[in-house]
């Protein structure tokens, strides 16, 4: 089975920087687009920002003048560098991948466990 463990999450002063990493391990054939989702106490899931295979990116428009996904596909990894934080990005952070485990076998999405971000003013 495929399972993803995210990793570089604490706790930071407002301003400060964090980079955020999520590898897959398992049986992985094929990884499409790579994701980043955050949940905030109290509120649903939501989408963070995505990078294809191609390097094509997408962020959502409150975090994408400050946080960059990248991903290495040798190390089936996908970062998240997260600069000038704020109190209100203060979350579980949620990785997401779309995987082909083997030939002739659909996309699925695998979830992370989530790692917390607290920043603090």
């Known amino acids: 089975q495929v399972q993803l463990v995210e990793s570089g999450g604490g706790l930071v002063q407002t301003g400060g920087s964090l980079r955020l990493s999520c590898v897959a391990s398992?049986?992985?054939?094929?990884?499409?687009?790579m994701r980043w989702y955050l949940q905030a106490p109290g509120k649903e899931r939501e989408f963070l920002a995505v990078?294809?295979?191609?390097?094509?990116?997408n962020y959502a428009d409150p975090v994408k003048r400050r946080f960059t996904i990248s991903r290495d596909n040798a190390k089936n990894t996908v970062y998240l560098q997260m600069n000038s934080l704020e109190p209100e990005d203060s979350a579980v952070y949620y990785c997401?991948?779309?995987?082909?485990?083997?030939?002739?076998?659909?996309?699925?999405?695998?979830w992370g466990q989530g790692t917390q971000v607290t920043v603090t003013s």
């Open positions: 398992g049986s992985i054939y094929v990884i499409d687009a």
């Open positions: 997401n991948m779309r995987i082909v485990e083997g030939p002739y076998r659909d996309y699925e999405d695998f």
């Open positions: 990078i294809k295979p191609s390097g094509r990116t």
